[in-house]
């Protein structure tokens, strides 16, 4: 393994990258190459699977203000399989002046797997955020994904009613685009959020090499009591799991059952939580 640590004067904002590479070493996927500056970090790599890489993404100053511009990479080596998580949710505040953004840039080889499951963002109200994420898969890759938006905070009755996201992720194989997904909340929120009828959160799961069984057992698991909203559909073999409502708790609890209920099926490995969840 490979790291350097390098420190960035914190001007207007930290300037932070974290560039983490995986690749199978004898019977299991190891860290190979991790690269960082300034305030994104991993832990140890864990093994609760024996060979599977369990790693948590950790951002020590506990949230993200205007001028901070996070960078993460992402590369799974051919035949690899990483599974990566956070310890908590990510935090956006409130504005002054400038936006705040996140890029994530993920590349999957053939034969890999990569278990993208980070907890929620939650968007304080007047923050002004930017979010990219662009996933690569190459040949037969195999993905689990999910992103959860929380716009203010509807437990304690916090509406977003000012501040700005742009936040878009694309997923693709062999260059072929299979998702697109956008979502845009201006300075003109109101209009923005009837769209959403008037939900706080958003949410979507993503998981590939899926057919119509799989999304047949998903339905199952959809959420259906309450004023939640929830959906499942098929984009060529990316199963397109979508939650609107007012709970990140609701959403996670769902994603995580689909995910158990579709993990063996979809990567042929029987569901195994990440230890984190449970502290």
Not at 92 to 98: K, M, P
Not at 139 to 154: N, T, V
Not at 252 to 260: E, P, Y
Request: charged share 25%; with cysteine.
């Amino acid at each position: 393994m490979t790291a350097s640590v390098a420190t960035l004067p914190r001007t207007e904002g930290w300037q932070a990258r974290l560039r983490l590479g995986f690749a199978v070493r004898g019977e299991r996927t190891v860290l190979v190459d991790r690269e960082r500056h300034g305030p994104l970090a991993v832990q140890r790599p864990f093994y609760p699977e024996g060979d599977i890489c369990h790693v948590y993404l950790l951002h020590p100053p506990g949230g993200v203000v205007a001028g901070d511009a996070l960078d993460i990479s992402v590369d799974v080596g051919a035949r690899a399989h990483a599974v990566l998580t956070t310890p908590g949710a990510t935090k956006f505040y409130r504005s002054a002046a400038g936006h705040a953004s996140q890029t994530q840039r993920i590349n999957v080889q053939p034969g890999a797997t990569l278990e993208w499951l980070p907890q929620e963002n939650i968007l304080f109200p007047g923050a002004d955020v930017r979010l990219q994420t662009d996933i690569d898969l190459l040949g037969d890759a195999r993905l689990c994904a999910w992103e959860i938006q929380c716009l203010g905070r509807p437990a304690i009755k916090e509406l977003f009613e000012h501040g700005r996201l742009d936040s878009r992720l694309t997923i693709q194989r062999d260059g072929m685009p299979l998702v697109i997904d956008r979502l845009r909340v201006d300075a003109d929120n109101r209009a923005r959020l009837s769209l959403m009828a008037g939900m706080a959160v958003g949410a979507t799961l993503y998981i590939s090499n899926a057919d119509e069984q799989s999304i047949e057992r998903c339905r199952d698991l959809l959420l259906t009591d309450g004023p939640d909203y929830t959906g499942a559909t098929l984009l060529e073999d990316i199963l397109v799991v979508r939650y609107l409502g007012n709970s990140t708790e609701g959403a996670r609890r769902m994603f995580t059952a689909i995910w158990q209920a579709l993990r063996e099926q979809a990567i042929g490995r029987m569901p195994h939580l990440p230890r984190i969840w449970a502290t």
